[in-house]
């Protein structure tokens, strides 16, 4: 083949890989939107259903632990089915409880209920990073999974809309609205994505399958430190509404704004913060990610002034939260084989979602009990320094090792 045969070619197979890439990240973000959805309602629905602190914070906490444990078996069937048929699947199974929210649900037991399978909104990430996986080579794979991992603005388009949409036309008006959204995008999916030829299919059974992926030592350690960058980016989506109206006294819909410019920055940044992992060392990249979050966490306990301390330190803490999501998983896709990926993103995921499930909680009982929010972001700060230390110390070293393991066995960078 001839040079310009062989660049044609190459460009042909780019242009493939960015629309597939494309389509996969606009459904992460409109299940993202639909999974966001009660979040910027929190204080209206306390009012409304006249609930207390904890149980608004259950109300918004309740999507993310059912997403995120939803992940593990739509992680492992994604390995088995391919995302072209499982994307499309989600989309409309997750249409039903964003119209069930919109017009059936009218008490604190309702809205639970309807949060509950809504969750099924969150586990697409499951489904998109191994697709995107099989579709770039290793040099490119922390990129492209970086540009994916931005389709969680889904939840910034929540926070900016579901406020204003609800006001002025009705508070069903953004549920209808994401439920149409939802159908056309998986008939679209179901039209467009296709799988890449050739990609690694997992064998055995599910549970077999999940067993073998608990076993592997890179599968607890990249989910620890997920549950930190991205749980702490899924905490303070879910939870700074709420924080920047009861403590900062700042009207619901100034709220959900400010909580959009969080989102959007930490979107932003994961890209950027795989394509650093592209080009430097990862560890190294995910070390500074924490220790900035635990930096600025313990300026936030102290409760300065929010203009101007008090906005850079949330905007720093997004910065480093979203570099850090884009860290962990351009690591899994160097250390994890091909035909796991998605399993072990499943799991990964799930500690992820669960590490956002549980700071809502905390934060709206530590204020219940003392009135103000110091101790938890002194948690935070406290947790954000461990996985500084645990990524420079103990992962660098698994690295190394799996380094070594990895240039001995070329399938696994196919």
């Known amino acids: 083949m001839t040079r310009s045969a062989a660049d044609s070619a190459k460009a042909g197979t780019d242009g493939r890989q960015g629309f597939m890439l494309a389509v996969a990240t606009i459904g992460f973000a409109v299940t993202f939107w639909a999974w966001a959805l009660l979040s910027p309602l929190g204080a209206s629905l306390r009012e409304d259903l006249g609930l207390s602190s904890f ?18 078996p739509v992680g492992a069937l994604t390995d088995k089915l391919g995302a072209r048929r499982m994307f499309p699947a989600v989309a409309l199974l997750t249409a039903v409880p964003v119209l069930y929210l919109g017009h059936g649900a009218d008490s604190l037991a309702g809205y639970l209920a309807g949060g509950f399978l809504l969750g099924l909104g ?28 931005a389709g969680m603005g889904g939840t910034a388009i929540s ?47 599910m549970l077999a399958r999940l067993a073998m992926t608990l076993r592997l030592p890179v599968t607890l350690q990249m989910s620890f430190l997920y549950a930190v960058a991205f749980g702490g980016f899924v905490a303070f989506s879910v939870y700074l ?52 979050t635990a930096l600025l966490a313990v300026v936030v306990a102290f409760e300065p002034p929010l203009v101007p301390f008090g906005t850079i330190a949330f905007l720093g803490m997004a910065a480093a939260l979203g570099t850090g999501t884009g860290a962990v998983f351009a690591l899994v896709a160097r250390l ?49 320094l461990l996985a500084a230390v645990f990524t420079a110390t103990t992962l660098r070293r698994r690295v190394a090792a799996s380094g070594a393991a990895l240039a001995g066995n070329p399938a696994w960078s196919r």
């Open 159 to 205: 926070s900016f809309t579901t406020v204003r949409l609800s006001d002025s036309f009705g508070r069903s008006f953004p549920f209808d609205l994401v439920a149409v959204i939802l159908v056309v995008y998986a008939v679209a999916a179901y039209l467009l994505l296709r799988d890449r030829s050739g990609r690694a299919v997992a064998t055995g059974g």
């Open 241 to 292: 509404p709420t924080y920047l109206v009861t403590a900062c006294e700042l009207e619901r819909e100034d709220a959900a704004v400010r909580t959009a410019g969080f989102v959007v920055l930490a979107v932003i940044m994961r890209p950027v913060g795989g394509w650093l992992c592209d080009k430097v060392d990862p560890v190294s990249v995910l070390t500074v990610a924490f220790g900035v």
């Open 55 to 72: 149980e608004q914070s259950l109300l918004v906490a309740v999507p993310v632990i059912v997403g995120s444990l939803g992940r593990i």
């Open 336 to 384: 994890v084989p091909p035909e796991r990926v998605g399993s072990v993103t499943g799991v990964v995921g799930a500690a992820g979602g669960l590490g956002g499930f549980f700071p809502p909680l905390v934060m709206g009982a530590v204020y219940g009990v003392t009135g103000g929010y110091m101790l938890g972001f002194l948690l935070l700060a406290v947790t954000a």
């Open 122 to 149: 969150g586990t697409t990430f499951a489904i998109g990073v191994p697709f995107v996986n099989s579709w770039y080579p290793p040099q490119r794979r922390g990129f492209a999974l970086g540009v994916f991992g």
